[in-house]
């Protein structure tokens, strides 16, 4: 076991971890929040995207005992004052089918606009392609996004 | 399983020289993670990513210097070398590019990694350390297999340097089943100088042979040559040829072979033409 602090939507958490075990295992099995879905665990799918200090990475593949130190932001860190600009845009755009890729696919979209506000629809493009999506076919999702930019 | 996170250099070597072969050197855990998912209870897990003196990545005095934690997303996005920016942006997906490192790609040594033929075609050293002390080994040298390399149980890949190509012509190229995150089939790396005539063209290659390498066959037909579609067609006809020597004809030889030729035309053009 390790012990790892780190902020988690803004809030301090000090727990202890296993030596393999992913921030994807912790955030969903030991600290509750299951927005971050679990999909391919292998790092192609992208539904276990989540923000750690300011970038997109794959929760499945990062180790529990790295986010030491670090700021990590969910989906559950976007809507405590009601839906986020990118949740809401989701939502009038259609952009939400079987919904198990919205929360990887929205955590991708909010690190590139927190980067760059102003986003071509190219960089948006590149910035969802690590994110599967096998209802919508990503129109509305890039709509969504430009939306918001 | 036991997890070690170390935040200094040598506090790493001391480590790996107590661990030996049972520490798990982690970096920026993309290969790793899943590679240690039912693995003996054995193991620790070395993590190495918060050790500063290691994320360094320089461009001094006609050198190019990259810590081997420097990541995919950095080093596409710096001007360290075109090359190895543009062999970088293609791996993975954004989320990879933004935990994979440099070092982790070499070290794995897996025969389709993406930044290896670049720094193999920019002559990349390799600085070996271990408490006991420091060497320097060539990239190609380092290479021993698929997933095979030079590294002993007590060392850690601590930086990796190169004459910085200035001038040089460079392209990168790579065949993937779609676009986005996607695994190399092939890829192709080219650096040269273009003074009327190709000078010390350096063409490396990844998954056509069981590790990137160069290919001096196809070198010789460029060198002193005048760039164009003819000599570019010679030098993909001999990849191919050099293709079939180093893994023999398999299942998937009949679409390789010309498409290692067109490729190996296409990055030649991608470099040379314009």
Not at chain 1, 33 to 54: F, H, N
Not at chain 1, 107 to 129: F, Q, T, W
Not at chain 2, 8 to 35: I, Q, Y
């Amino acid at each position: 076991m390790a012990s790892v602090s780190f902020m988690l939507n803004g809030e301090p958490v000090a727990i202890e971890v296993r030596a393999e075990q992913t921030l994807l295992d912790v955030l969903r099995n030991v600290i509750g929040m299951t927005g971050t879905k679990a999909g391919c665990k292998v790092g192609e799918c992208g539904a276990c995207t989540v923000i750690v200090d300011g970038e997109a990475v794959l929760s499945c593949l990062y180790l529990a005992g790295k986010v030491e130190g670090r700021s990590v932001e969910t989906i559950e860190g976007l809507s405590r004052d009601g839906l986020h600009p990118l949740q809401a845009a989701f939502l009038e755009e259609d952009a939400v089918a079987c919904g198990f890729c919205t929360p990887g696919m929205i955590m991708s979209a909010k690190a590139l606009l927190d980067a760059n506000p102003r986003p071509s629809d190219e960089e948006i493009k590149v910035a969802i392609s690590g994110n599967l999506c096998r209802c919508t076919g990503y129109v509305p999702i890039v709509n969504a996004i430009r939306k918001v930019r | 399983m036991r997890y070690l996170r170390v935040t200094s250099l040598p506090e790493a070597l001391e480590a790996k020289a107590r661990l030996g072969r049972s520490g798990l050197v982690h970096a920026g855990g993309t290969d790793l993670v899943p590679m240690i998912r039912g693995l003996d209870q054995g193991s620790t897990i070395l993590d190495i990513s918060a050790v500063a003196d290691l994320a360094y990545l320089e461009k001094a005095g006609g050198k190019v210097r990259i810590g081997p934690l420097v990541t995919h997303a950095r080093l596409a996005g710096s001007r360290a070398a075109d090359v190895l920016a543009d062999a970088a942006a293609s791996v993975g997906s954004p989320q990879i590019r933004a935990m994979g490192t440099v070092g982790g790609n070499v070290c794995n040594a897996s025969p389709c990694a993406d930044v290896v033929p670049a720094l193999v075609a920019c002559g990349a050293v390799l600085e070996i350390r271990s408490a006991a002390g420091e060497r320097k080994v060539a990239i190609e040298d380092f290479l021993k297999g698929p997933y095979l390399t030079d590294l002993r149980d007590d060392e850690i890949l601590a930086g990796i340097e190169m004459r910085d190509p200035v001038g040089a012509r460079t392209a990168f190229l790579k065949l993937g089943r779609r676009n986005a995150c996607s695994i190399s089939r092939m890829n192709f790396a080219v650096v040269g100088w273009l003074d009327g005539t190709l000078r010390d063209v350096r063409v490396a290659a990844g998954s056509v042979a069981p590790t990137a390498r160069r290919f001096p066959e196809v070198e010789g037909i460029l060198e002193g040559q005048v760039p164009g579609r003819e000599v570019f067609d010679e030098a993909g006809r001999a990849m191919s040829r050099c293709m079939i020597a180093a893994a023999g004809r398999r299942w998937s030889t009949p679409y390789k072979e010309p498409v290692a030729a067109a490729l190996t035309r296409r990055v030649l053009e991608g470099a040379f033409d314009g």
